[in-house]
């Protein structure tokens, strides 16, 4: 069977992967299997989210109404109900439902009567709570498919230590990173100096490692340091996968929806208050709007450099008009010129302009020329992808360590 759960957390605590663990648990504890652990994440645009935007479904061996009175047992038990945004949903199937609802979870928005029209034709046990809104989440996890698929060791810290400052070892997870990467990421932000790795958050996570598969995760997981840790999970993924990505053209695209879009520089970009970087790209008579913004740090020097004619492929989330950049293709580089007044070839002198449309003269033998002299500027920046910092990248987006992107 597939056991789907979502919507169990607020931004006071607990945390869905943490509820997934501890049932994994008692699960094997009633003498059923657990065949994968799933963590997936869906739209990062969906306003009701927590956080992440995570939901995770088990596969296990065992009896079906058993394992479901465990989980909605387990649900009442630790869901921080208090919270008004938290309506867990429980879901249990014996066969997945149509991937296609993971699909659009990831890419698009969904509504709770189609999961429970979904869940009704699958004969499944399900449980809405509140609102019943977790219940697409639970749906969606079950239903996933993943076509590409990562790894997330989450450490959980004891329960006597949640809401106290998380003792991690820095310079461990540095080492764990250096030792590892690139078939590990996102442990820390060797660039900007910084860990990533830890949440800030009141939840029950002490630190997670995100690599290509569990091994790799465990080589960099035991060289890190820290307090006495609880239970450690490691989940199969759709992290680090593009998976919330849609092929889109300027113009077509829908709000609260990601996308790779190709378009051409119209203007230089230009850094608003607060250090945002934005410019525009077109497509026929369409234009589209892009931001870098500051937490993108290094990214936005990349940005800087783009000059009109210059192709690009954006990746990001389509909000409020604009694309946030995630990723970008420099496709082809444009070969800006600088114009200035021609040399008078017998003086040897800087020519200066005969008004305007007329050329120029030369101040000192009055020799005219009709063209000015152009300049290439040359191009530090050359084409190919440049990404966010892992401080700033979003938990779906594919860090081009893992390759670069195939659009
Ligand atoms: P948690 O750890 O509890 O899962 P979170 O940050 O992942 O925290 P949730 O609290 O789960 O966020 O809130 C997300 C809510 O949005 C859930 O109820 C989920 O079912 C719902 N949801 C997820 N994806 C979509 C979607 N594509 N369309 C509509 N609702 C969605």
């Known amino acids: 069977m597939l056991i789907g759960i979502d919507d169990t957390d607020s931004p006071q605590g607990m945390c869905t992967t943490y509820l997934g663990a501890v049932l994994a648990r008692r699960l094997i504890h009633e003498g059923m299997r657990i065949h994968e652990a799933r963590l997936v994440r869906l739209n990062p645009n969906v306003t009701f989210k927590t956080r992440g935007n995570a939901a995770i479904a088990l596969d296990v061996a065992g009896d079906s109404d058993h394992a479901f009175a465990i989980a909605c047992a387990i649900v009442e038990e630790l869901a921080d109900f208090s919270c008004e945004n938290t309506n867990p949903g429980v879901v249990v199937v014996d066969t997945r439902p149509d991937p296609a609802f993971y699909t659009k979870a990831v890419t698009d928005f969904c509504r709770i009567d189609e999961a429970i029209e979904l869940l009704r034709a699958a004969g499944a046990l399900y449980h809405g709570y509140k609102n019943k809104r977790g219940l697409i989440g639970a749906t969606a996890a079950v239903a996933s498919v993943l076509e590409d698929r990562t790894s997330e060791i989450l450490v959980y810290r004891q329960t006597e230590h949640w809401g106290t400052p998380r003792e991690v070892d820095r310079q461990s997870l540095f080492d764990a990173e250096k030792a590892t990467f ?40 035991q060289m890190v340091q820290s307090e006495k840790p609880g239970i450690e999970q490691i989940w199969v993924t759709n992290q680090g996968t593009d998976a919330h990505i849609l092929a889109g053209r300027i113009g077509e695209i829908l709000e609260g929806l990601s996308y790779r879009v190709q378009g051409v520089v119209v203007e230089a970009p230009s850094t608003t208050k607060g250090g945002h970087v934005s410019f525009t790209i077109s497509e026929g008579d369409h234009s589209l709007w892009c931001m870098a913004y500051e937490p993108t740090k290094n990214f936005r020097q990349i940005v800087r450099q783009l000059v009109p004619d210059d192709v690009v492929i954006v990746v990001g989330s389509f909000k409020k008009g604009s694309i946030n950049l995630e990723k970008i293709k420099i496709v082809e580089l444009a070969t800006p010129v600088s114009s200035r007044p021609p040399i008078c070839p017998p003086c040897n002198k800087r020519m200066t302009s005969d008004g305007t449309g007329k050329g120029w003269k030369c101040k000192k033998c009055g020799i005219h020329a009709k063209e000015p002299e152009l300049q290439k500027i040359s191009r530090t920046l050359k084409p190919g992808w440049f990404e966010v910092p892992p401080t700033a990248r979003r938990h779906l987006a594919k860090p081009l360590c893992r390759g670069e992107p195939d659009f």
């Not at 900007?192 to 690599?211: A, E, S, W």
């Open 182 to 221: 690139p078939h590990t990421w996102d442990t820390v932000d060797t660039a900007n100096d910084v860990v990533v790795c830890v949440p800030h958050t009141p939840d029950p996570v002490l630190f997670g490692i995100r690599g290509e598969n569990p091994s790799w995760v465990m080589v960099a997981r």
